[in-house]
């Protein structure tokens, strides 16, 4: 089974509908993904994969849109091996354009699965929010086994090609099993604030959902995702 990459549309090939059918096999691996409600990390590599292609689309239309005529050879001058060498370079671009809406369509499918799981997450704050909300904890229920996670988190600055983004960092600090009554958000926050005493008043946050979702590949992300939009 082919693997969606930048790879497969840039490898030279001999076969058009072989390639094809590598990708779409590719694609559809991803959609049987978010059809089993699991989000990452197929979504975030099709939006990476589709704005690589659409880029090297964009830089291979501004090329030829700003190519002097007169500057080229005629066409009978131009040699064979030359033609061979073009004809693969306009097939790859061939094949790009035939696969980006279907690329697009399956993001499409992952986001609306990404929207819904974030309408049915919560996140509220456990206590008073305090000034600083850099460092905290977020705490994450996990029904499929019945697991309370606890992790800390750290918000930083990364600047890249000129531009700032705000990244968020996670480690579990705590797991906790689920009896019967999940354990007091407050009850947590004291416990934290006792074993972790660098953090003598954290923010902490505290997330709801009752889906019964794969907690990596699609709960983790969705909170993170939301809490950085609490925190901005």
């Not at 035939?98 to 993001?107: G, T």
């Not at 305090?130 to 606890?150: A, N």
């Not at 003598?200 to 992300?221: K, V």
Request: glycine share 4%; net charge negative.
């Amino acid at each position: 089974m082919a693997t969606l990459s930048l790879e497969l549309f840039t490898r030279p090939f001999d076969d058009m509908e072989r390639r094809q059918y590598e990708i779409c096999s590719a694609i559809g691996e991803c959609t049987a993904r978010f059809r089993r409600n699991r989000l990452y990390p197929e979504l975030q590599e099709l939006i990476a994969l589709y704005r690589a292609l659409e880029r090297i689309v964009q830089e291979h239309e501004h090329f030829h849109a700003h190519q002097s005529p007169h500057i080229l050879p005629p066409a009978e001058s131009v040699g064979d091996e030359a033609v061979a060498s073009v004809q693969p370079l306009e097939q790859m671009f061939d094949l790009i354009r035939w696969a980006m809406p279907l690329i697009a369509a399956a993001i499409e499918e992952g986001a609306a699965l990404f929207d819904f799981v974030e309408d049915n997450i919560t996140i509220a704050s456990v206590g008073l929010v305090p000034m600083y909300t850099g460092e905290g904890y977020v705490l994450v229920p996990e029904h499929r086994t019945c697991t309370l996670h606890v992790l800390r988190y750290a918000t930083s600055q990364l600047v890249e090609h000129g531009n700032s983004y705000r990244m968020l960092r996670t480690v579990e600090v705590l797991s906790l099993s689920h009896r019967g009554v999940w354990s007091a958000p407050e009850t947590i926050k004291h416990r934290l604030i006792e074993q972790y005493p660098d953090l003598p008043n954290p923010a902490t946050f505290s997330c709801e959902t009752d889906l019964d979702f794969p907690y990596t590949e699609t709960i983790l992300p969705v909170v993170k995702r939301k809490l950085m939009q609490m925190l901005s």
